[in-house]
């Protein structure tokens, strides 16, 4: 009996002590991320809508991308005083921002013939902005009328296409001096179109591409200055023409009332 007592207690101290379990339904401690400097917070937060504005659109809202961002709404306006703020903010980083005034200079650049001014300022021009968000966000502004591609479209009327047909007219051999016709634009906007469509395919219809991009810079120049030499001296004539025709005199006393 006294055996059996003392190798009951034996086992009894042999036998590890039960730990203290925590109380169930305590949470556990989530670990505190560190807090952003406002500028970096400012960029998390535009970068970020980068991303979902090139996913969901302009239609998309501020509560899903605060969400994303794992930060609170009132934060986010905190940094963007609206939703049209923040939008803004979007079109100058992806669209002002990436566009270089120094290609104005090169495409004026005549001790390099027009053909590779061209050549180079398109391939430059391709990797600055037909990107997948870049693409994505100039579609997505165009099919919701937000304006962003009328505001890009009128820099690239003025800092690109006007300086492309000056240098067309001298590279066709015209004489011409006078303000850049519409005429003209619309014939420029053929080779700028064209290249612009091929980063669609890619982007959008994610149509493989068997030849390279810097490829089709190539052929596009090449074919659009060969027709030029042959169109544009024909155009500018023309359009001058109907220019004229619509200041004189006669025209005005005809024109319906």
């Given at each position: ?65 605060s ?20 939008i803004?903010q ?60 009328r ?24 004489a ?35 030849v390279?991009f ?44």
């Open positions: 009996m006294v055996a059996t007592t003392k190798s009951t207690r034996a086992a009894r101290s042999a036998t590890p002590a039960k730990t203290a379990s925590p109380r169930a339904g305590k949470p556990a401690p989530v670990e505190k991320k560190p807090r952003l400097r406002a500028a970096e917070r400012q960029q998390q937060i535009l970068h970020g809508a980068i991303r979902y504005f090139s996913e969901k659109g302009f239609a998309g809202h501020t509560r899903e991308l969400q994303r961002l794992g930060i609170t709404q009132p934060l986010l306006y905190r940094y963007f005083k609206s939703k049209q703020d923040l803004d979007v079109y100058l980083h992806v669209f002002m921002g990436r566009w270089q005034p120094q290609w104005v200079a090169l495409l004026r650049d005549r001790t390099l013939p027009l053909q590779e001014r061209l050549v180079r300022f398109y391939r430059e021009y391709a990797r600055a902005t037909y990107q997948p968000e870049w693409i994505r966000i100039y579609m997505f502004a165009g099919l919701e009328s937000s304006g962003l591609n505001r890009y479209l009128q820099l690239i009327k003025k800092d690109l296409l006007a300086p492309c047909c000056q240098e067309l007219r001298h590279h066709c051999g015209v011409d001096d006078g303000p850049v016709t519409e005429q003209e634009i619309e014939f420029y906007w053929t080779l700028h179109d064209g290249l612009f469509y091929t980063a669609i395919r890619e982007t959008i219809y994610q149509s493989p591409m068997e390279s810097d490829d089709k810079v190539r052929y596009a120049v090449e074919n659009f200055l060969a027709g030029a030499k042959t169109v544009y001296p024909r155009l500018v004539r023309e359009a001058r023409q109907e220019d004229a025709e619509a200041r004189s005199p006669r025209a005005r006393r005809t024109a319906p009332v």
